[in-house]
């Protein structure tokens, strides 16, 4: 039997023997991430160009848009680098970095659209005193305490996982999951288990919590609006509604556990449903942030054409 000393990496098995279509998914894969870096950056560099983007709710986006560069990082490199490994082998060391650094973007997701619900709520319900409520410095100690929050959440859930022995080297998966990496330990306790409910509890569970109370909120004070500052609320409100609710369900897919399912699909899709979440979140975000709110949508629109007529001269 293997010790800890003797495991010195991991063996991702999942990808198995993908022969030529290694250049077509290198390529897909590649395009994905520079699409969504470059999509996220655009709008962190659109909010950081225009003054009048200087507000609460702008600059908590930005730190939303780092969070999908975070995880896309976290994930796609490995991903891309694994297509022309013939071994598909992870140090230890290299996995739980990548597994961190994974696991922190899903309660900074939360967190920080739990902030921005909350910015909502104090814009729509106290709108006389939001200036005062909502000021630069309260905005940036909310960011500093979303990714101190998440960092926490993490270390506090899975930095067992880091002194475990391990007897196994085989994930069956295309990158590190912790739930497949306790798996291979000699001495499976009780502990993981808790660690999954406290790490839900703490990163999805209250930040959703907090969400759903300034939504309903907000809903009960629009209800006795005029019609014009319901259809205000509205767009202001609905992009974070639909990114928090496909979180809510790329968050279920990535619950399931994969035996579960692994008779009832096939291989592809149980591999890349627990996916969901990181492969179509991170591409969402400035899509409906860039393209639906009218202010960030004007202000792109009218730095790109500007910068149009510079070049013209």
């Known amino acids: 039997m293997e010790n800890s000393s003797e495991v010195v990496s991991f063996v991702l098995a999942a990808y198995g023997n993908i022969g030529e279509l290694k250049y077509m998914y290198f390529v897909i894969i590649l395009f994905w ?5 470059v999509a996220n950056t655009v709008l962190i560099v659109v909010i950081r160009v225009d003054i009048q983007l200087h507000e609460p709710m702008y600059i908590l986006l930005c730190s939303l848009c780092v969070n999908q560069i975070n995880v896309s990082t976290s994930l796609y490199p490995l991903l891309l680098s694994q297509m022309f490994s013939d071994s598909h082998e992870v140090t230890l060391p290299w996995c739980f970095l990548h ?4 696991y922190i973007s899903g309660p900074a997701e939360f ?8 910015d909502r709520y104090i814009s729509v319900c106290h709108p006389l005193r939001y200036n005062v409520i909502m000021n630069t410095e309260r905005v940036f100690v909310m960011i500093l305490f979303v990714w101190i929050y998440s960092f926490l959440s993490v270390i506090l859930s899975f930095s067992f996982i880091f002194s ?3 007897c196994g080297t085989i994930i069956e998966n295309v990158y590190c999951n912790h739930r497949l990496i306790i798996r291979l330990s000699c001495l499976v306790s009780v502990h993981s288990f808790l660690s999954d409910i406290f790490f839900l509890f703490v990163s999805f569970f209250i930040p959703f919590t907090l969400i759903s109370v300034s939504y309903v909120k907000i809903l009960a004070v629009c209800q006795k609006t005029s019609t014009e500052n319901k259809q205000k609320a509205v767009t ?3 992009p974070q509604i639909v990114s928090v609710s496909n979180l809510f369900v790329g968050s279920i897919f990535h619950s399931i556990d994969s035996s579960f399912i692994v008779t009832q699909v096939p291989n592809e899709v149980r591999i890349i449903l627990p996916m969901y979440m990181l492969i179509f979140q991170p591409m969402l975000t400035p899509f409906l942030y860039g393209f639906k709110l009218p202010k960030i949508r004007h202000s792109w629109k009218r730095l790109l054409f500007k910068r149009k007529s510079i070049a013209l001269f």
């Open 33 to 37: 991430y520079l699409s969504i870096c």
């Open 99 to 102: 597994m961190s650094c994974m």
């Open 111 to 118: 967190c920080s659209l739990a902030a921005m619900a909350y």
């Open 164 to 166: 475990l022995k391990f």
């Open 236 to 238: 202001t409100c609905a």
